[in-house]
């Protein structure tokens, strides 16, 4: 019982919130096997995050305060139910504790930028995912929830706010004014609210499609001067990026046929929009790491903006030598 509650913990992580009864599976694959010592050290999550982390507390990076010992542990038990992907091609890596993206071609860093990502109240998850298609010069359907929150006071006190900003509105699917709906009375189930393509429009001129059920995805932005700013949790959920134009390029630099810089700012300026779908998907990795060594081997400490680490370290036992009571 003992060996498999600590495969299933090493595999899933002990405090996995989506935690499975993996530990009697696990343990009749290993006894099966030839070559249980490998199977059983290869339970572990064989990302690079996981790997960089594990070297970090075995020294490899200088001597750690108990503190960060602590620290490194809380990352490396969320990394163990969040596996990132191994041995892509290309893949792009999202940390957004540090606000900031890398992405890789056969394990080797290529490009690096700063992200906008979610607000405390409105956090970007973390998920494993992948880009399947990229949508030029986008429009944007609000969610339910953000028209809620962000706009419904404004459309109470003013019913034409919608009609003036230039986004369309849908009662029950038909085309309709705002000003002709009454907006504190209105089912905002039957609503739908656009914003058409253009300058304006908050996913800026491409959209980075993902696969998950959340509305979470990779984008552009018309609000290009918050990267400027030091901590940048401003966005809803989705995660902006920096350089849109080159990521753009780079994924479809991969495709037949490709996209010049040129047909890239060009389709991100169309005024309507154009979606590409790709044959070949780029797997992402929305991850929260409050320590991380990046594409160029440098160790960083970052500050706990959703509180997770803490959440998850009151749960956690450590060894004694740690100072856990200090």
């Not at 919608?162 to 009375?185: I, N, P």
């Not at 401003?234 to 010049?260: K, Y």
Request: one cysteine or more.
């Amino acid at each position: 019982a003992g060996l498999m509650a600590y495969m299933a913990d090493l595999h899933q992580g002990a405090f996995n919130p989506a935690k499975k009864n993996i530990g009697p599976g696990l343990l009749r694959e290993g006894v099966e096997r030839r070559d249980y010592n490998v199977f059983l050290a290869g339970i572990a999550p064989k990302g690079r995050s996981y790997g960089a982390l594990k070297s970090v507390l075995n020294g490899r990076k200088g001597n750690l305060t108990n503190t960060q010992r602590r620290k490194i542990a809380v990352n490396m038990a969320r990394l163990r139910w969040d596996h990132e992907a191994e041995g892509a091609l290309r893949d792009i890596r999202v940390n957004i504790a540090s606000q900031s993206m890398e992405v890789f071609e056969r394990g080797r860093l290529v490009h690096d930028m700063t992200v906008v990502v979610g607000r405390k109240s409105r956090k970007t998850a973390v998920m494993q995912d992948r880009i399947v298609s990229l949508k030029f010069s986008p429009d944007w359907t609000a969610p339910r929830s953000i028209v809620e929150e962000d706009y419904l006071d404004q459309a109470q006190a003013d019913p034409a706010y919608f009609d003036q900003k230039g986004w369309q509105v849908y009662l029950d699917g038909e085309k309709t004014k705002s000003a002709s709906l009454d907006w504190t009375t209105v089912d905002l189930d039957s609503i739908t609210v656009r914003q058409p393509s253009g300058a304006t429009n908050a996913l800026g001129g491409v959209r980075f499609s993902l696969t998950n059920n959340q509305a979470i995805y990779l984008h552009d932005t018309n609000a290009r001067s918050l990267f400027k700013r030091a901590t940048r949790l401003f966005s809803s959920g989705c995660v902006r990026v920096e350089d849109a134009e080159w990521l753009a390029h780079w994924i479809m630099g991969a495709e037949q046929p490709s996209m010049t810089m040129e047909e890239i700012r060009k389709n991100m300026d169309l005024g309507r929009p154009k979606t590409v779908r790709l044959d070949q998907d780029v797997p992402v990795s929305l991850a929260y790491l409050t320590v991380w060594v990046d594409g160029r081997n440098a160790l960083h400490w970052e500050d706990d903006v959703y509180g997770h680490d803490a959440r998850l370290m009151s749960k956690m036992k450590f060894p004694d030598a740690w100072g856990v009571n200090e």
